[in-house]
């Protein structure tokens, strides 16, 4: 008989307990911002992705002037082999190298100098967006908001998106800074 009622008792604690985490998880209230969708769609964000698309061009510009001279020393070299001297041959193959070097590093140096130049920009985007983003929480009595772009979300209720209302807010936040 005793074992009974332990058992009752045991089985309503759990209940009480499982009621209560269920109560528990229905108080957390939850808020999505697509950052990728900010840097897209924000003026700021939209400036930022202007720039480093002109660093790139330029640095594609560039690249390909060097290309065009390497071409031409390679058609000199292939067609004036048999008339060239052994030295100017030699001098050719050396500076068509030197040129290939030069290229080479030029496109390394250019693109770690974009990518730095990305997490820059990026960095500052992010720097300016998040006391926004806290703003709309607090102000929303959110438990917590999530990055869509990086939290691996499959489906997420349209109405605890927040990402435009956070591109209206940095971009009103940007308009009165100028």
Known sequence: MWRTSSK???LALLV????FISLAQEAVKIGVVNSNEVISKSNEGKAVMAQLQDKDKSNSSKISTMD??????????NTQRLTLTQESILQLTSELERKRT???RFAEDSLRELQELRFRLFTKVQDEVIPIIEGL?????LDIIFDLANSGA?????????TEE???RYDASKATKK
């Not at 065009?68 to 070299?77: D, Q």
């Open 137 to 141: 929480g607090k102000e929303r009595n």
């Open 166 to 168: 956070v591109i209206r």
């Open 68 to 77: 065009e001279k390497i071409r031409e020393l390679e058609t000199k070299l």
């Open 102 to 104: 030069e290229r080479k």
């Open 16 to 19: 009480i307990f499982l009621a």
């Open 154 to 162: 499959v489906y997420i209720n349209p109405t605890i998106d927040l």
């Open 8 to 10: 009752i008792a045991l």
